[in-house]
């Protein structure tokens, strides 16, 4: 993993000659930069993607806003597991998290591990987390609840 001055760690890449994504987390300099092929955001999940997901029970979801803003709103079949938490919470024991969050503890291999906050920026840090740790085909849904509450009512 390579980092860069005044950047935040999230590059997954050492190529310097891949393009690079990135996305302002908060005022000033810190960015999240994530290296990347031309083709496709392999770690991006869309609201069609993901509502198919949802269909066929096939997907772990995890939702890393604050507690308060989950009960405001969520969406289906999603498990809080705060941002401020998500590390300490996946190095758990499988039977530990299972216990704390009452689901099946996601497993290193898994490839349907998918994050989601309000507007896809936490989302992307806890993807960062998962990656670092080891869950390597965790994706993100960058338009977050905001994006799924604002598609639900549209439908």
Known sequence: MT????LR???????ALRPVHCVRLSAGLKRSCIHQDKSDLDFVVTYEQLKVMLADHSVQLFDV??????QAGRIPGSVN??????????????VQFEKVFN????????????FHCQRGRRSL??????????FSKARH????YGEWA???KSS
């Open 9 to 15: 760690r999230v590059i997954v890449s050492v190529s």
């Open 103 to 114: 689901v099946k503890a996601p497993k290193k291999e898994d490839d349907n591990i998918i």
């Open 150 to 152: 604002e598609k639900e």
């Open 125 to 134: 840090t806890a993807l960062d987390t998962a990656w670092r740790l080891g």
């Open 3 to 6: 980092l860069y001055p005044c």
């Open 141 to 144: 849904y960058a338009g977050g």
């Open 81 to 94: 597991v705060p941002l401020g938490v998500l590390e300490e919470s996946l190095k758990l024991p499988p």
């Open 65 to 70: 806003r604050k507690p308060d803003e989950f």
